[in-house]
């Protein structure tokens, strides 16, 4: 137990002093005591070519400097008794000169081992192996014979080398195979057809293996391929060959997809971390099929993703953990998917996750090497010291291995050493060496003294202070050697010592003293900064317009640092001048003489400094002479050359160079900012300029990155804005203000949350705002209590009294001091629940409907809130004229304030009503005061549930209704009115009748017959009748008298009708009748004539035939008809064919199969119906009577 507790404890104290000795990138002056680092060896993999002399790579570093020797296969390689081996001197290179030996004796594995007299750095273990190309194998191909549409493959099986060939497909004349979606190279080199065609036929597909070192081409024998198709083939050819060995697949040719490769449902794949995952997918079928893929339960990664040879390859490269899954690769054609799924399990080599890194170690120092690796399998880690496993290294009681950490605890002067670290599993291994050196050496600044940095303003600014010194030496930065630097904005200091300025700025500039302290020593160094002014170019050249023959002027006005010497260059195009004496450069113009059209283009000032430069371009357009163009208006242009001078902490001088006023003279500058750190890409306005300056005094705020832009306005309107400033950061300081909308409310019995508007990091003028909250009691004589509050906006104070009264107030503060006195404001501890009910509660009923409630107001400290009001709860209990009670919804009306009365309007008369009464505040309502109950008087009563008419007569009508839904009183009878409606005088007289309260209807006679009547019924109460309902009827026979129907086929005027409308129809009938008789008849003879046609022939006198209706003939449509494509006949076209009335195969018919008649345009009966039509014979019946 003890011991685990000093393992913790010692712990703390390693962790801090290993997180002091962690720099990436720890170099030891070569002067002083190391031990060997390698820093450059050969790959772990060497491959050599047998032609050449095998170099393995061995470099080392070291004070003294070390000494080389190497191991082959595990034991010593002596290098001295092989004249074939050299080691360049000074180094552990090896040269070996293969030149008339078996380069294959010099395979093997080989490791460097460089030593001194502080420790022994390894190198990885170096596999070195021959690079071989192999011929191929003697092997007769024999020809292959398919059938269209079959797929193919055509293997290549070349030769195992090493490294693998590289695959080809050629023809004998080293042209490459045409590839493409049907015909396709698989990984493994394989020619692969989804389907052949009569074009694939050849004899020379050849496969080519190139390999790599030895630079060789070999070459299979070439596969003879012919492609039968056995539709054309002629009878002769195909005899040659059995039909049924060639033929697959369904007869018209096309075919599902399959897949050829990979073959089955579901294949696997393992792939390592870092490496390419290749999934292929090749498939047969007719049409070809189209390959897609798609990862189950998730996306294809998009970054690292291709398809490859015409989709049939998926290539993820730099695979990791999350390509672990199920792949999908699906071959569609127009009959159909198929799919296949290839499972990816993802395993890794070792890779690092944090190597080891050298630890530089003061005497007694304790430090701690972490070799952090991952790897699936998980990797085994073991340690070596000087080369030697840590297990079979001396005892050192100072070391502790625990896993992928070794601890060294209070090193000794003398104890330096190299520790490996060596992680593996089944796919690879890593190794890194890392020394521990024990120095003590006081502090020395590596960057050299006196150095000069320049900038140009608002640029960064970097000031190295490189040193070194064991223990590790802290930095420390004093500008003008007496103001110290704290690591915050605008600056930073690095952990190697640099100090960097975010933003420079003139007042920056000066001489910087770094300060590199230790336990043995201390150590300075003096750098200086200068900023220099940027250059800008005030007025750029512009756009010109010049007739041909005169002169054009570009002007480039520049400013710049007056310790920079600038450099003025001319561009044409982006190149160089004309070499021509027209063109006339001057300090700040370029002088175009004689202009010619060749001189149109892009004309380009450029400004250059050691530092910086600047450039502007504008177009020349050269035209002819024409007419002075009138006068356009338009928005100036935006302003230029925007320059920030003569910076103070809260103000900047602005100053600009307007743009073209185009004609319309500029009124006034407007100039807005942007807050690059708070409000990106916000643009405010901040102040305006009269239209005569080109300058502006601008007052700032603290603590804000500042970007510039000024736009111009004239009578048309505003400018585009111009191009922002550079950026320019005001000093932090503190708060020129406080947060707003104090507010101080409580939300418990006990509490007060303290809320405000926090201010924006505009406001905020510096880094580490926060606010402090004051709070006391009002009218109690104590102190001021506060509470620090950062990134909040309410303070929450526990623990209060009930609804007490605080005086509060919120001051802003920051890193660099308080903002103004806050202002007091008051507010109120949370309230609960009032503890007191109203008393004295009456109530006073002023009629059947209002009734006034009054009580005793309770006592304000019982309120224990803040007062609301009074809510009155009421409830109809049930009518006066009712025994049983009415379970009514019960009503509440909230009087305001500290009331004592209040009324109750829309009560129901002649009812009996329960009052109580409740007090509220904030939190919710006291308890309820005791209940009340009061009588409403009798009122007047509602209208009838219903009037309806119940009969009907000549000159009576019968009424029935229903008594009221709300009596409101006792009900003492009611009143019935009605009075006739007249279509033409309006109303007429009302009649009035009253009956009892127990009476519901009512006959009333000696009415008109054939008469409407309007009916109004109320009923009544001691206090009146209330309103009325009203109903209309009538006593004549209509559709709205009920259950009353008359046999209209009865009627005198409905049988004279029927009998008009059976003659009209018998006329139509006969009409119709004797139509059709007169057209049915078909004069051949005299259509005949009317057509005029030559090709028609009169009946022959010696034969007894028609000249062109001959027996041959009756099959075939009369000359000059014309009959569609697709065998039916036009019904429009007027020309006659004997189809049109034959009865034979080729005549047209009607769906039903009756014949379609050209003349009569008609549909003319079936055979079977009989000869009864009066239709004229037709011509083909008149040739079959002479047959």
């Keep these: 137990m003890d011991g685990s507790r000093k393992w913790l404890l010692g712990l703390g104290a390693v962790v801090l002093v290993f997180l002091s000795h962690m720099t990436s990138a720890l170099e030891v002056p070569l002067d002083l005591p190391q031990p060997p680092t390698i820093t450059q060896q050969s790959p772990k993999d060497y491959i050599f070519d047998p032609r050449e002399n095998i170099v393995l790579h061995c470099e080392a570093k070291g004070k003294p400097q070390p000494s080389f020797s190497w191991t082959r296969n595990g034991t010593h390689f002596d290098v001295e008794k092989d004249s074939k081996v050299l080691m360049k001197p000074g180094s552990g290179t090896l040269v070996i000169d293969i030149s008339g030996e078996k380069a294959e004796v010099y395979e093997g594995t080989y490791q460097c081992t460089a030593h001194n007299d502080h420790g022994t750095a390894i190198s990885n273990n170096i596999v070195i192996r021959q690079s071989r190309s192999p011929l191929w194998s003697k092997e007769r191909n024999e020809a292959v014979v398919v059938q269209k549409g079959v797929p193919l493959v055509l293997q290549c099986q070349p030769p195992a080398g090493l490294p693998p060939p590289v695959i080809i497909w050629m023809d004998n004349n080293f042209q490459r195979l045409p590839l493409d979606k049907r015909v396709s190279q698989a990984l493994n080199g394989d020619l692969y057809f989804s389907n052949v065609l009569p074009d694939d036929t050849r004899n020379d597909y050849i496969c080519y293996a190139r390999f790599h070192y030895t630079q060789t081409i070999q070459q299979k024998q070439p596969i003879s391929v012919t492609v039968l198709d056995m539709e054309t083939m002629n009878e002769t050819v195909a005899a040659l060959y059995n039909i049924t060995d060639f033929y697959r697949g369904s007869p018209d040719g096309e075919r599902h997809p399959g897949f050829m490769l990979p073959l089955g449902a579901t294949s696997t794949k393992m792939v390592l971390r870092g490496e390419t995952l290749e999934l292929e997918c090749i498939a047969e079928g007719l049409p070809t099929p189209d390959i897609s893929w798609q990862k189950e339960g998730g996306e294809l990664p998009s970054g690292r993703m291709s398809l490859q040879n015409f ?109 490996q670290c060596n992680a593996s599993n089944e796919f690879g291994y890593l190794m890194a060496n890392a020394f521990v050196n024990v120095l003590a050496e006081p502090p020395r600044v590596l960057t050299p003294p006196n150095r000069v940095y320049q900038v140009i303003s608002n640029n960064p600014a970097l000031l190295h202070c490189a040193s070194f010194g064991s223990p590790i030496p802290v930095i420390t930065w004093f500008k003008d050697s007496q103001i110290s630097i704290r690591n915050g904005d605008p600056f930073v200091i690095y952990e190697n010592g640099t100090l960097e300025i975010n933003v420079a700025q003139p007042l920056n500039s000066g001489k910087y003293t770094c300060i590199a302290t230790n336990n043995l020593g201390i150590k300075e160094n003096h750098v200086f900064l200068e900023v220099k002014e940027p250059t800008r170019i005030l007025r750029q050249p512009e756009y010109k317009v010049v007739q041909r023959g005169m002169s054009a002027l570009f002007e480039c006005k520049v400013k710049h640092d007056p310790s920079l010497i600038p450099t003025m260059t001319w561009l044409k195009d982006k190149g160089e001048l004309p070499d021509d004496e027209r063109f006339v450069v001057d300090t700040d113009s370029l002088t175009i003489k004689d202009v010619r059209g060749e001189d149109e283009g892009a004309y380009t000032c450029i400004m250059n400094t050691t530092l910086d430069q600047d450039s502007a371009s504008a177009m ?81 705020s603290p603590h804000v990155y500042y970007s510039f832009r000024v736009l111009a306005q004239n009578d048309v309107g505003y400018s585009n804005p111009s191009a922002p400033s550079h950026e320019y950061r005001t000093s932090p300081a503190a708060p020129d203000e406080n947060p707003s909308n104090v507010h101080g409310a409580g939300t418990q019995p006990d509490n007060i949350v303290i809320s405000w508007t926090p201010l924006t990091g505009f406001q905020s003028n510096g880094q580490g705002l926060q606010y402090k909250v004051y709070w006391k009691q009002k009218d109690v004589d104590e102190d001021w209590s506060s509470q620090n509050v950062a990134n909040a906006s309410q303070f929450v104070l526990s623990g209060t009294q009930t609804y007490v009264p605080y005086e509060i107030k919120v001051q802003a503060f920051n890193h660099y001091g308080n903002g103004p006195d806050p202002g007091v404001v008051v507010g109120y501890s949370g309230e609960d629940f009032p503890l007191s009910a109203p008393e004295s509660v009456n109530i006073m009923v002023h009629n059947s409907t209002v009734a006034e409630v009054h009580w005793e107001p309770v006592s304000l400290s019982s309120v224990r809130g803040k007062l ?52 509220l505040n904030n939190k919710g309502e006291g308890p309820s005061s005791l209940s009340k109950t009061f009588e409403t008087p009798e009122g007047v009563p509602g209208p009838p549930t219903f009037l309806n008419v119940v009969d009907y007569s000549l000159d009576s009508l019968t009424l029935a209704w229903g008594p009221p839904a709300n009596n409101n009183g006792r009900l003492v009878g009611y009143t019935l009115s009605y009075q006739p409606v007249n279509s033409t005088s309006g109303l007429g007289p009302i009649k009035e009748m009253s009956f009892l309260a127990n009476e519901t209807s009512a006959v009333l006679g000696s009415l008109n017959s054939s008469m409407l009547y309007k009916f109004y ?142 003349y009569s345009g008609k549909k003319e009966k079936d055979t079977h119906e009989g000869n009864e039509s009066s239709e004229a014979p037709s011509p083909v019946n008149a040739m079959n009577s002479f047959v």
């Design 1017 to 1158: 019924l109320t009923a009544r109460t001691i206090k009146g009748p209330g309103p009325s309902i009203s109903e209309e009827a009538s006593t004549i026979l209509d559709t709205a008298v009920p259950n009353r129907q008359v046999d209209i086929a009865t009627q005198g005027w409905f049988i004279g009708l029927m009998c008009a409308i059976a003659l009209l129809i018998l006329v139509l009938l006969i009409v119709c009748f004797i139509k059709r008789n007169k057209g049915g008849k078909y004069p051949v003879k005299e259509k005949e004539d009317a057509h005029q046609d030559p090709e028609i022939q009169p009946m022959k006198e010696d034969d007894g035939t028609f000249g062109e209706y001959s027996d041959t003939e009756d099959h075939k449509p009369l000359k000059g008809s014309r009959t569609p494509s697709n065998g039916t006949v036009r019904r429009d076209e007027s020309d006659d064919s004997l189809v049109d009335y034959g009865e034979g195969g080729d005549g047209q018919f009607n769906e039903d199969g009756s014949f379609i008649g050209q």
């Design 311 to 419: 989709k049939k390859t998926l290539r993820i490269s730099d695979v990791n953990e999350a390509d672990t899954g199920s792949y999908r690769c699906t071959a569609a054609n127009k009959l159909g998917s198929v799919y296949h799924d290839i499972k990816v399990t993802v395993k890794a080599a070792p890779f690092w996750v944090s190597a080891p890194r050298n630890l530089i170690l003061a005497p007694n120092e304790t430090g701690i090497l972490t070799c952090r690796v991952n790897g699936t399998p998980k990797p085994t880690i073991r340690w070596f010291v000087n080369g030697v496993p840590i297990e079979n290294a001396p005892e050192d009681h100072s070391r502790k291995v625990d896993e992928d950490t070794v601890i060294i605890s209070s090193v000794q002067s003398g104890s330096s050493a190299v520790y």
């Design 868 to 919: 609301q009001g009074y809510t009155v709860y009421y409830r109809r209990e049930r009518g006066l004229h009712e025994t049983a009670e009415e379970a009514e919804q019960q009503q509440a009306l909230t009087f305001s304030g500290n009331r004592s009365e209040g009324r109750l309007p829309g009560l129901q008369p002649y009812s009996l009503y329960n009052v109580f009464i409740k007090v």
């Design 620 to 700: 020349l357009t050269v035209v002819e002479a024409t007419p002075t163009p009138a006068i356009v208006y338009e928005k100036p242009d935006p302003p230029t050359d925007l320059e920030l001078t003569d910076q103070t902490e809260r103000s900047v001088q602005l100053t600009w160079t307007p743009g073209d006023e185009n004609n319309s003279p500029i009124k006034n500058f407007l100039i807005q900012y942007e807050d690059l750190l708070h409000q990106p890409g916000v643009w405010v306005n901040l102040t305006e300029a009269d239209g005569t300056s080109t300058t502006a005094r601008l007052q700032l």
